[in-house]
């Protein structure tokens, strides 16, 4: 049972260094709900525990007890003549002593049955010695912060409110159903629309008035959708309020040619392919997206949630109508910008400190009474706090990202979003990005708040943005949890977010000819991956597309494809010369 306490530990440690979220280092055990509720408990009494701690001396007086390392030197063989080999002990990861505290203090604090290990284990032997004093300390605790229990020294109570504020949101999939259908739905299973900003009743539904077709449901409705037919059939897609913005702000036009630069698990890139198709559209193709995704697990998600919702480019032959995505797993900061004549539309989401999501536990790691998420003291070799180093390097990755975005050449439109709180990764990246060489090479600039969801009243940190007023107007913050207080699921809560959308007016006039080539181009490629979309080679990038993931062919059926393609790309030529 000592393991128990010993990976329960490790796990925390792995948390409390910003590794992972909480639910991510518990899914890494056998028994995850076990290792998540001590860790959600462990984390949530924090603040209480390593005060009683402290006040007890424990952490000093027994420090070695608690230090679980091997054995500190390689033993000499009995016959003297070496080192004993390296044992598989020595590979253990062993957890921080405070880490190994929390976890076992609390069970030994809040658990009627105490800590859960053998009797002659050490570690519970010895702090069962200080168990009076660590519960007295507590008490005092307790009185002096007005609480009327010791339970009452959770922290993260505001945030579970924050939580359950939170409605669950769904977008309908105009690519799978109508507004009429889903509506019909609700209405034959006696959901209702309301029109108030909090909803009381499980069956009642609100709509957002910031982006249409995305519903708000009361939490507790969330198993009755998830097993309705209409979620089975993609007609809805869980989608959070503020992860719609991006899409919705982009508003690329029908049949132009966009990038998702980073789309993984895809519902970004389903939402543009969504609005692209609800559009008026005059030219016979479809347009194209196509999407990136560096990560292996992660393209196969994208893959399978674009196919699911209908926004994935298909076979004619595969009998339902294909949508207009090319997913493509991809470095975007490999690309060519000039492989991408015709792109006029791009989203970029890259990787984040995800510090916004609200259902992510992270609050955990706070207190209630702390504004700023400075909860991690623990520094690197260079003096820098670990969350400082973190979110640095964050901004400086998000930096690369809208630099490298800014120099396609007829990109007229970028929205930047994140789901972090931290304006390192969101108002400072921003600022970077405009004052960069290439923005002011290219004209890039901010749009101007009426063009970015001007309804939302929540916009930048004007401190941050360093008193320039339309900066800060022109981008969109979400705070975790959003509007209103109290439990009430509200429709103003999403989680934390930022978005900010580029334009582009420098060049854009003087640009014609690259645009007029772009258009061309991008109807040549819809004609290819319209007929077949086997035919969607990206032929210098010697990465894996959509075709190869899909219809697994090899390498001499791409070439016969590429051969194929380069034969009918010819005779279009010609046909087109001799017209
Ligand atoms: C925040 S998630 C994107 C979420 C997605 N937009 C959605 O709404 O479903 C960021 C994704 O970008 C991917 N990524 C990060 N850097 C990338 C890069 N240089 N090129 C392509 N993908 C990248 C990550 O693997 C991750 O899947």
Redesign the pocket.
């Known amino acids: 049972m000592a393991d128990f306490y010993i990976r329960s530990a490790r796990s925390l440690d792995r948390v409390l260094r910003d590794e992972c979220s909480v639910k991510a280092a518990a899914s890494e055990h056998a028994d995850s709900g076990r290792v998540l509720a001590i860790l959600i408990n462990s984390l949530a009494y924090r603040s209480a525990l390593m005060h009683a701690l402290d006040e007890s001396k424990v952490m000093k007086l027994e420090e070695k007890v608690f230090v679980l390392a091997p054995p500190s030197k390689s033993k000499v063989k009995a016959n003297g003549k070496g080192k004993d080999p390296p044992t598989k002990s020595s590979k253990i990861e062993y957890p921080s002593k405070q880490a190994l505290l929390l976890v076992l203090c609390h069970d030994l604090l809040f658990q009627s049955r105490g800590i859960q290990a053998s009797k002659t284990w050490p570690p519970k032997v010895t702090l069962e010695r200080y168990r009076a004093s660590l519960h007295s300390s507590l008490v005092k605790l307790q009185i002096r912060q007005g609480k009327s229990r010791i339970q009452d020294l959770r922290s993260g109570a505001l945030y579970q409110e924050m939580t359950a504020r939170m409605p669950r949101w769904i977008r309908i999939n105009s690519l799978r159903a109508t507004r009429e259908e889903v509506f019909d739905w609700l209405t034959e299973n006696k959901f209702h629309l309301v029109t108030e900003r909090e909803l009381t009743g499980v069956k009642e539904f609100a709509e957002s008035e910031h982006v249409p077709g995305l519903l708000a449901f009361h939490p507790k409705a969330t198993s009755l959708l998830l097993k309705s037919g209409m979620y089975r059939e993609n007609w809805i897609v869980m ?1 959070d309020l503020a ?1 719609c913005f ?1 899409a919705y702000i982009l508003d690329p036009p029908a049949a132009t040619h966009v990038i ?10 389903s ?1 543009l392919s969504a609005i692209m198709f609800s559009k008026p559209n005059p030219k016979p193709t479809k347009g194209r997206i196509d999407a ?4 292996a697990v ?1 393209f196969k998600t ?1 893959l399978k ?1 674009l196919a699911a919702v209908g926004a994935l480019q298909t076979k004619p032959l595969a009998g339902i109508a294909g949508g207009n995505v090319i997913a493509q797993r ?5 690309t060519q910008p000039h492989d991408f004549p015709d792109v006029t539309h791009m ?1 970029l ?4 400190s ?1 510090s916004g999501i609200v259902n992510r536990l992270d609050f955990l790691k706070e207190d209630d009474d702390v504004e700023n998420d400075t909860t991690d003291t623990t520094t690197t070799d260079s003096g820098e706090s670990k969350l400082a180093h973190r979110l640095r390097q964050l901004s400086e ?1 998000q930096q690369l ?1 809208i630099r490298h975005a800014f120099k396609f050449p007829a990109l007229e439109k970028v929205v930047y ?3 972090s709180i931290h304006a390192e990764e969101n108002e400072v990246v921003v600022m970077k990005a405009l004052d960069s060489e290439e923005a002011r090479e290219k004209g890039w600039t901010l749009a101007g708040r009426k063009d970015v969801i001007p309804s939302w009243k929540v916009r930048g940190d004007r401190k941050v943005c360093a008193g320039k007023e339309e900066v800060a107007e022109s981008v969109i913050r979400c705070i975790p949890g959003g509007e209103g207080d109290g439990d009430k699921p509200n429709v103003e809560s999403c989680n934390g977010f930022f978005v900010a959308c580029f334009v582009r007016t420098g060049e854009r006039g003087g640009n014609a000819a690259v645009v007029e080539v772009a258009k061309k181009r991008v109807l040549d490629v819809q004609e290819e991956v319209g007929d077949d979309a086997d035919d969607n080679d990206n032929d210098s990038d010697g990465e894996e597309d959509l075709s190869g993931a899909v219809s697994g062919s090899g390498n001499n059926a791409a070439a016969n494809r590429k051969k194929k393609l380069q034969k009918r790309r010819k005779k279009q030529r010609l046909q087109a010369q001799q017209e």
């Open positions: 989608q992860s991006p998702d630069a980073t789309s993984a698990p895809g519902n970004k890139t939402h990136f995704e560096r990560d992660r994208l949630r991809k470095d975007f900061l490999t989203l989401d890259p990787s984040c995800g990755f990202m979003s994140t789901c």
